[in-house]
């Protein structure tokens, strides 16, 4: 199989292709699953974007979180703003770069996951709401990191349980054989 | 659940809906840059009168781009309010205590804050309401082409993403199906707290990641087995073709924006 000679990107083979389109559909299908209230709400695509980014490493991971989100906001009628395209960059590099071809320890889920949650979803994606809305940075922070301090231990419980459960490893197994 | 994902394209026929995904795509990324740029009074009425116009041609009735709004709402509410209590000194004070005051400046500027977030939700709530996803994706890919001077496997990515647009509504019925199976048995999704919450979709996940993985190896025999080797070496079935009406329409837009640009506060 002679997949893409025109590229920088680690070669992929025809299932690890079709797998990164299915995980990509699973991750737009879990966009629309949420638990928690009204206040809270909680949605399990970080899941999809850290096993993409512990198979596939960061090329594959940011190439993948830049398309998932461009299509995924303007199929729901979102308003598209680069800058979350940036934050979803971020996130796909940062687990990428502490769980590709590593193993999936509690340090490692939770600097990555920590990283994510300070730089990304509480300092980014706040600035972001900022320049595009016009809303008062400081008076929307600490509703948002109170939001984090909530979701980040369910996020790192939830990573370390998905990429260490006998599922995935059972599928690794077939992916590289 | 099915319903919510893909069920947002309103098949009508207008000429909103008959424009090239590709100029749509471009436009609604060009308008946000423009909203950004707009800040006088009369660059406002000549957004305000642009999308009004492309809200009329595509003949959708005013209620979806309404629901549009709802998700975003509190956020609309909490900016107009702060930005009210913590307006600048300026025109007429109707209220003033310790640091907190509203004044004439204040009020207008938090109405073009809220003026600016409706804008922006509609026109996108409009492209989504006009296009279909599939044609969303030929737009993108297409658009991305260029990236291939910098190496970006761009034909690869619009494979896997026409994969994952084709999946998602199978996945959804498959989601919805082993959630009811999996009540069927006594699981209670959605009660209780977060992380029991969170818990009880371990029965979800499971099955739903193995479905994927399994269809994800049948399709990629079957790929193979019908002759597919790579993205790059391959031709086009779904060609889009760019028609006088989607020029038109960037002429009009354009001209708006030469507008906006000229009654702009530099």
């Known amino acids: ?177 | 659940m099915s319903s919510i994902l893909f069920g947002r394209y309103l098949p009508l026929d207008s000429v909103v809906h008959r424009l090239d995904p590709r100029a749509k795509l471009l436009l609604s990324f060009f308008y946000i840059v423009l909203v950004f740029m707009a800040n006088s009074l009369w660059s406002y009425v000549i957004l305000v009168a642009m999308t009004l116009g492309a809200i009329l041609a595509s003949k959708i009735n005013l209620g979806f781009f309404l629901k549009g709004i709802r998700p975003l709402l509190w956020l609309i509410i909490f900016t107009v309010i702060v930005q009210m209590l913590f307006s600048p000194v300026g025109g007429h004070t109707y209220f003033h205590w310790a640091f907190l005051r509203i004044t004439t400046l204040g009020i207008i500027t938090a109405g073009i804050i809220a003026v600016r977030f409706l804008l922006i939700i509609m026109t996108s709530t409009l492209l989504t309401l006009t296009t279909q996803p599939l044609d969303i994706a030929t737009g993108l890919a297409s658009l991305m082409k260029p990236l291939r001077w910098v190496k970006v496997p761009v034909d690869t990515l619009a494979m896997m993403l026409s994969i994952a647009l084709r999946f998602v509504p199978t996945l959804m019925d498959e989601a919805v199906k082993i959630m009811n199976a999996q009540r069927a048995r006594g699981v209670d999704f959605g009660e209780g707290n977060l992380f029991k919450q969170a818990h009880s979709l371990i029965p979800l996940m499971i099955p739903l990641f193995m479905s994927a993985f399994n269809r994800a190896e049948d399709l990629s025999i079957a790929m193979e087995a019908r002759g597919y080797q790579d993205s790059e070496h391959r031709s086009q079935y779904r060609i889009l073709t760019w028609h006088r009406r989607d020029t038109i329409t960037w002429l009009i837009f354009a001209i708006g924006f030469a507008a906006i640009l000229v009654f702009r506060r530099w």
């Open chain 1, 1 to 177: 199989m002679k997949t893409m000679t025109n590229t920088w990107l680690p070669k992929l083979d025809t299932l690890s292709m079709v797998t990164l389109g299915m995980l990509m559909a699973l991750q737009l299908v879990l966009s629309r699953f949420s638990v928690g209230s009204n206040l809270i709400k909680v949605s399990f695509t970080f899941l999809i974007v850290a096993l993409i980014a512990k198979w596939y490493g960061p090329w594959w991971g940011m190439m993948t979180a830049v398309v998932v989100d461009v299509v995924g906001t303007l199929i729901s009628g979102g308003p598209y703003f680069v800058g979350f395209t940036v934050s979803a960059v971020l996130g796909s590099l940062t687990y990428a770069l502490f769980l590709y071809g590593k193993p999936v320890t509690w340090v490692r889920v939770i600097l990555a996951s920590v990283v994510i949650a300070v730089v990304v979803n509480a300092i980014l994606n706040t600035w972001w709401v900022t320049i595009m809305y016009h809303t008062p940075f400081w008076s929307l922070l600490p509703a948002r990191v109170i939001k984090q301090l909530i979701v980040t231990p369910l996020q790192i419980v939830l990573v370390y349980w998905l990429l260490n459960s006998q599922m995935i490893k059972m599928v690794q197994a077939r992916l590289k054989g």
